[in-house]
């Protein structure tokens, strides 16, 4: 997922001061490698789980209100912090309704990123170099599946959900434009990107709230349930989305914003937050770039 302000690679580490095709066959496996988060499906391409999102949700999905079709979240788990050079080591796609607790579609997948993973990042992820090198699928077919699925279901009218989500679509398509693949911009077909990132909602509905804001510690203040590890693509993912579902019911403004209005509001938010963020910076004489005051 998104890096921390420690050098770690996943959103779910990022504090309060830091910015397998489907198929109608599957089999079961409990044996998912170090970032195994239980039993899942996966078919013989190496991907996990299967569902074709947009057989759900056709015609006028886009004219109804974000919540009342399923979300889908996206989270990344990568070699370091830095979207321009980093590699994604392993990502994942959950999709389900906003308040339900059983997942639609799960798909996970384990990337060979082509390149060492540094001893850091595999103690966040749990992922070695000899692991993705052996076990993980290239960057050009796992990542072509990871966008043509992200797509689909944007263009069947599902909101994107993502913790960080600017760090995670960021380096989704830098990887994209380095290995030759469509942009998600390109894949749309004209289908608006609606994106919510539970990280901007927090920061906006309880400001004043002390403490750090990493995933973890927001599934304690809105009290969802972690009942696998955290710092795996597909678990994060899934605990974003009950995030969201509790963020929701305490702020029910959120429900009522339409599409576009609710990009708007992260995008002033997020940009309120950065030019406060780099003003205290500055007054304290923190050297290094300021964080960007633009969100998707």
Not at 3 to 26: C, D, I, M, R, Y
Not at 52 to 61: K, Q
Not at 156 to 166: D, H, K, L, P, Q
Not at 212 to 224: A, E, P
């Amino acid at each position: 997922m998104t890096p921390g302000t420690t050098g770690s690679t996943s959103s779910a580490e990022l504090g309060s001061t830091a910015a397998s095709s489907a198929g109608t066959t599957s089999t079961t496996s409990t044996d998912t490698g170090p970032t195994g988060t239980g039993p899942t499906t996966t078919d013989p391409s190496g991907a996990v789980g299967s569902g074709d999102p947009a057989v759900t949700a056709r015609g006028s999905s886009v004219d109804r209100l974000w919540h009342e079709l399923p979300s889908v979240a996206f989270d990344t788990e990568t070699t370091g912090v830095a979207v321009a050079t980093d590699r994604i080591v392993t990502a994942a796609l959950v999709r389900r309704a906003l308040h339900d607790d059983v997942p639609l579609t799960s798909r996970a997948w384990l990337v060979d990123p082509g390149v060492e993973i540094p001893a850091g990042a595999t103690a966040v992820h749990g992922i070695s170099t000899e692991h993705a090198r052996t076990h993980g699928r290239s960057p050009v077919e796992a990542l072509e599946e990871v966008a043509a699925e992200l797509a689909a279901s944007v263009r069947a009218g599902e909101t994107v959900v993502a913790f960080n989500a600017s760090y995670d679509l960021t380096i989704l398509d830098h990887e994209l434009h380095r290995h030759g693949l469509t942009p998600l911009a390109e894949r749309l077909d004209g289908a608006p990107l609606t994106v919510i990132d539970p990280l901007i909602l927090d920061r906006t509905f309880d400001r004043y709230r002390k403490g750090k804001r990493t995933l973890s510690h927001l599934c304690t203040v809105y009290g969802v349930a972690v009942t696998e590890e955290l710092h795996s693509a597909d678990a994060d993912a899934s605990v974003t989305l009950g995030v969201l579902a509790r963020i929701a019911l305490r702020y029910p403004r959120l429900v009522e914003m339409d599409r576009a209005a609710l990009m708007e509001f992260q995008r002033e938010e997020h940009r309120a937050w950065a030019v406060g963020f780099n003003e205290w910076r500055e007054r304290r004489g923190m050297t290094g770039p300021p964080v960007s005051t633009t969100w998707l």
